[in-house]
């Protein structure tokens, strides 16, 4: 299933909450981030979300951004002079950006001030290195950030990212030319996303 045209729709729909005015106790929360997302390789990641603050401690929301997410290719037994050479190997800093995106969007939820702990559900949907449309999944993410008090504060976040294959197969995986087992192969997408940044208040 594919729903590009849902993106533009949410996209906007986060920009409208961050221009308009909260209506709980008046106060938004816009935290803005880029860091490292370490999926089978390591890439990059950007993320934007505007939390309206119904209390101090808990802010209701919505996220978007990308991070580098490869999807998982399952227990697949590869020889070793078949592999790649390390050029290959060897992710650059702009994957995520350029190459296995994982393109997300959807409400997220902010408990605590200066520690808290955030939690994300929504929808992703994955290109691969040519930037070709590969799967669009429900997934979600949970983690822990740090940041100031002020009406300006640098914020750092770790984050778990996970976006299940909803329809894993079985294969037969062959460990020797004479032994054959059966295997799951499902194409799970995760990563741990490290990304520092600003909150505005």
Same mark, same amino acid.
């Not at 950006?97 to 408990?111: C, D, E, K, Q, S």
């Not at 808290?116 to 992703?124: D, H, K, M, Q, T």
């Given at each position: 299933m594919r729903s590009h045209s849902l993106f533009p729709v949410l996209g906007a729909l986060l920009v409208s909450l961050a221009a308009g005015p909260a209506? #709980?106790?008046?106060?938004?929360?816009?935290?803005?981030?880029?860091?490292?997302?370490v999926s089978e390789l390591h890439g990059s990641a950007i993320d934007a979300a505007a939390y309206a603050q %119904?209390?101090?401690?808990?802010?209701?929301?919505?996220? &978007?951004?990308? /991070?580098? @997410? *490869?999807? *998982?290719?399952?227990?697949? @037994? !590869?020889? #070793?002079g078949a592999r790649d050479g390390l050029s290959n190997g !060897? #992710?650059?800093l702009t994957d995520g !950006?350029?190459?296995? =995106?994982?393109?997300?969007?959807?409400? /997220?939820? =902010?408990?605590g001030q200066q520690l808290? #702990?955030?939690?994300?559900?929504? !929808?992703?949907e994955f290109s691969n290195n040519d930037g070709n449309w590969l799967a669009?999944?429900?997934?979600?993410? &949970?983690?822990?950030?740090?940041?100031?008090?002020? =009406?300006?504060?640098? =914020? /750092?976040e770790v984050r778990y990212r996970w976006a299940p294959d909803p329809h894993p197969i079985q294969v037969v995986s062959f460990a020797n030319e004479r %032994? /054959?087992?059966?295997a799951i192969l499902d194409r799970d997408a995760s990563a741990i996303v490290f990304t520092i940044g600003a909150n505005f208040h």
């Open positions: 209506s #709980a106790d008046g106060h938004w929360t816009v935290s803005l981030g880029v860091g490292e997302s %119904l209390h101090p401690l808990l802010g209701l929301g919505l996220e &978007a951004g990308m /991070a580098y @997410m *490869q999807l *998982q290719s399952g227990p697949i @037994m !590869i020889p #070793a !060897i #992710a650059s !950006i350029t190459r296995n =995106r994982g393109v997300f969007v959807g409400p /997220a939820l =902010r408990l808290y #702990a955030v939690a994300s559900a929504g !929808i992703y669009t999944r429900w997934g979600g993410s &949970a983690g822990l950030g740090l940041t100031g008090k002020g =009406r300006f504060s640098p =914020r /750092a %032994l /054959a087992y059966p």
